[in-house]
């Protein structure tokens, strides 16, 4: 199986729309990889799997050791590792570096970062190293802090200027992609349309040329309130719940372990 390229994604602006789904771990990826084009080990990892308040916990080595479990158990997605808060920012060398290590220790296809004019310089020379980078506007939770919580985007005609000006720097620096989240339909569509490389949407609307959710969401495995634009395939709380529940009914009543899982001195094989 060869991989599937970030100029591969690319060159399916405006067809089929492209499917992504975020993962962090090595089942995870191993079952969604016959099913989605695109997996995306993002910085959500930090609350989806750690618990922690915002992305801003994500650390490189985070980013690092989740990006090794995904492609390892991947063969055919096209896999992108997220650049965590404090790893890009400062200057266009940090972020070349930073990438750099990420691809270089995970085998990754491609980054992706948050921002749109403020990073365009970090992408432009990331690229220029070699590394394709899917850019990352609208929502962006690595400016939670700043922006003071979880904001819609679009809905004024300052913001659809700043979410112009962005998309247009992310694209001129050579992303091959660019998510956009949280942000109004009408917007979504037009950005779509006067791009030439494909959006991603979350929270954006069906009018962007792939999508994107966070697996654990999409799976009903969130403990906490999901948002609104995101769709539940799957009820796995109560899977697990049920699965513990009668567990530890079994365990209590010293109906598990059955005969089938016991060693016996005769018959058993020398592996568990
Ligand atoms: O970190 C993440 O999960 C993301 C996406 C949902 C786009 O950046
Ligand atoms: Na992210």
């Known amino acids: ?6 100029e591969t994604i690319r060159a399916r602006k405006g067809g089929v729309p492209i499917v992504c789904l975020t993962a962090y771990t090595y089942p995870i990826a191993r ?3 016959d099913h989605v084009d695109l997996l995306l080990v993002g910085d959500s990892v930090a609350m989806v799997l750690h618990g ?3 992305t801003l916990s994500a650390s490189l080595e985070m980013m690092i050791s989740h990006g090794q479990a995904v492609t390892r158990g991947s063969a055919k997605a096209c896999v992108v590792v997220d650049m965590p808060a404090g790893s890009y920012e400062n200057s266009a060398a940090q ?5 750099r290590r990420i691809v270089g220790e995970t085998g990754c296809q491609a980054v992706k970062l948050e921002g749109g004019v403020d990073v ?3 992408i432009a020379a990331i690229v220029a190293a070699g590394i394709p980078v899917m850019g990352h506007v609208g929502l962006q939770p690595q400016s939670v802090e700043k922006d ?3 904001k819609i985007k679009g809905r004024t005609p300052e913001n659809v200027a700043t979410l112009i000006r962005d998309a247009d720097a992310v694209e001129k620096a ?3 992609s660019l998510v956009i989240e949280g942000t109004i339909e009408s917007v979504a569509a037009d950005l779509t349309r006067r791009i030439a490389i494909p959006t991603i949407g979350i929270g954006a609307s069906g009018q962007c040329d792939g999508q994107i959710l966070v697996i654990d969401d999409m799976i009903g495995l969130t403990v906490d309130r999901v948002p609104k634009f995101v769709k539940e395939y799957a009820d796995l709380r109560s899977v697990v719940a049920n699965a513990a529940k009668r567990y530890a009914a079994e365990v209590r009543s010293r109906t598990f372990p059955g005969p ?3 060693f016996s001195a005769s018959s058993d094989k020398d592996n568990v």
């Open 95 to 99: 972020a070349v570096a930073s990438a």
């Open 174 to 176: 050579g992303a091959f």
């Open 31 to 33: 079952l969604l990889d």
């Open 260 to 262: 089938s899982h016991v």
């Open 52 to 54: 922690h308040k915002t």
């Open 1 to 6: 199986v060869t991989r599937i390229s970030a």
């Open 120 to 122: 365009a310089g970090q």
């Open 148 to 150: 003071g919580g979880y």
